[in-house]
């Protein structure tokens, strides 16, 4: 299964990244093939709603030439996309969004002359990891409609959400519980394959 992780937090060794290391490893460990890249390291303009990504109907493209032309062959050959960042008022931190708007046109050719264009996303599953200060209900559940939504529209797949709260700084944020519960994440999108 190759996984593309697409890590999106300003605190490399933060909650979201403390989450996501028993993640990979318990992925790595049942055979995934893991690729990585962290947003917070890379220049990623917004989407300019050009169309020119339309023109091509066989290929994830964009005609802006900035670092989402890393990003677009790794989501090519990825079977399960993991959007892993902490919830910013309801929603991943804006590098993130700049990801996920430009993968939406990036892939879809639905919105040039061809209204029924192809998905180049099909198939797909996209999943979360996310962390959050809030009760998980009340503080991830819009930014997994969003996810939803966007794996709808792309033809593709919701596999699901593992969020974690920290309710104060005071605390730890990793526990041995939410170890075993990013491993069983990992267990359960593996063994849905």
Not at 25 to 35: F, N, Q, R, V, W
Not at 161 to 175: G, H, S, V, W, Y
Request: charged share 25%.
């Amino acid at each position: 299964m190759k996984t593309l992780i697409i890590f999106g937090s300003p605190r490399k060794d933060g909650n979201t990244a403390s989450l996501l290391k028993p993640f990979m490893e318990e992925l790595k460990d049942l055979g995934a093939d893991l690729m990585y890249v962290d947003v917070y390291e890379m220049d990623i303009a917004g989407c300019r709603a050009c169309l020119a990504c339309q023109d091509n109907k066989g290929k994830i493209c964009c005609a802006i030439p900035d670092d989402m032309q890393r990003i677009y062959p790794l989501a090519a050959a990825a079977d399960l996309i993991v959007f892993a960042a902490p919830i910013y008022i309801w929603s991943a931190p804006a590098p993130v969004k700049a990801v996920i708007d430009r993968l939406v046109y990036a892939s879809c050719k639905y919105y040039g002359g061809d209204p029924y264009g192809p998905s180049l996303m099909e198939g797909k599953r996209f999943a979360i990891i996310t962390t959050c200060g809030y009760p998980v209900e009340k503080a991830a559940d819009l930014y997994a409609e969003e996810i939803k939504r966007f794996a709808k529209h792309c033809r593709a797949s919701y596999a699901g959400i593992l969020a974690e709260r920290q309710r104060n700084l005071k605390d730890p944020f990793m526990t041995p519980e939410k170890e075993e519960h990013a491993r069983q994440f990992a267990r359960e999108l593996a063994n849905f394959v």
